[in-house]
């Protein structure tokens, strides 16, 4: 029974299966993106020089940085196997 259940089902659960393995090596691949400590401090650096040219102000500064900032600490834990 498990046979005739496994051949039946093929169409619909071999597709399925293969949606979710896409779906996680995406949201692992974004995530790799959005924590890369590198990518994080040359941010931080462009950050820095936009409010040296006046693009954008103290409060905007500060808020971005917080951001990054937070993002940089996952990375950090992330990195240590926290998370």
Do not use: C
């Not at 005739?4 to 949606?19: E, Q």
């Not at 974004?30 to 990518?39: I, P, S, V």
């Amino acid at each position: 029974m498990a046979i005739l259940t496994n051949v039946l089902g093929a169409p619909v659960v071999g597709p399925l299966k293969g949606v979710l393995w896409l779906s996680r090596l995406l949201l692992e691949q974004a995530e790799a993106a959005l924590y890369d400590e590198n990518a994080i401090r040359a941010g931080l650096f462009a950050l820095e020089e936009r409010l040296e040219a006046g693009e954008i102000d103290e409060a905007q500064y500060e808020k971005e940085e917080d951001v990054l900032l937070e993002r940089l600490r996952i990375a950090r834990e992330r990195h240590r196997g926290g998370g």
